[in-house]
């Protein structure tokens, strides 16, 4: 795929949808860490119905931190694997509360040094809470990027790489939820929309209706 095409793609997903964000709830940095840290193989749905509960009663870091991980499992116990996940998140308060005076950090070497907290939930915390220019492929965006060859990659990584490469910088900001939009309501895992995709015609899924 063209540089031209590839420009073409995200000008479209602008035009459809110009202020694209993520479908988890938060009001805070902190508040949005612990919803993706939650939200690995969960639903945004499911998070988000855990989060109601939890987070006016736990809205920042010590306050979370003063529930326990039994205390946090009781609000979290309707998501997957939430167990480890409660141990993760207590344990991210803790280092939170004691080391960055309850503040979410800003760089990813630190993001990825918190409990539970992989490359791709640090990615969307320094894009969604913060500006910065990264890119976080989950599964819906790896699909995306190798069905419509935008940006083909055998790993997650390099998918990535590719992306961040290849996408036009105007549009950096805002293209892991384009793309994660996308993948999750028209270009699916079982059967692509392809008849109600704005970018049918520049996509080269050599699989799509003519």
């Known amino acids: 795929m063209n540089a031209a095409k ?11 949808n110009p202020n694209p964000t993520t479908e988890l709830e938060y009001d805070t940095p902190f508040q949005l860490l612990i919803a993706v840290l939650l939200s690995a193989q969960a639903t945004d749905v499911g998070v988000n119905k855990a989060t109601r509960r939890l987070f006016p009663v736990a809205p920042t870091a010590d306050k979370m931190l003063a529930l326990g991980v039994a205390g946090l499992e009781d609000y979290i116990k309707t998501i997957g694997l939430y167990r480890t996940k409660a141990k ?22 630190q993001l990825e040094s918190l409990p539970g ?65 996308h993948g999750r309501y028209v270009c699916k ?19 799509k209706p003519v």
Do not use: S
Not at 6 to 16: D, N, T, W
Not at 91 to 100: A, F, G, V
């Open 6 to 16: 590839r420009r073409a793609i995200f000008e479209r997903l602008h035009a459809a």
């Open 88 to 109: 993760n998140a207590i344990e991210t308060c803790r280092i939170l509360t004691e080391q960055y005076g309850g503040e979410v950090p800003q760089t990813r070497e």
């Open 117 to 181: 907290v992989g490359r791709k939930t640090a990615n969307v915390v320094l894009n969604t809470a913060f500006g910065q220019p990264t890119m976080a492929v989950d599964t819906h965006i790896f699909r995306v990027a190798n069905r419509t060859r935008l940006a083909p990659g055998k790993d997650v990584r390099e998918v990535e790489d590719k992306l961040v490469k290849f996408i036009p910088k105007e549009y950096m900001h805002d293209a892991h939820h384009w793309l994660i939009l």
């Open 189 to 207: 895992a079982r059967k692509p929309d392809c008849e109600h995709c704005v970018i049918a015609d520049l996509c080269e899924y050599p699989a």
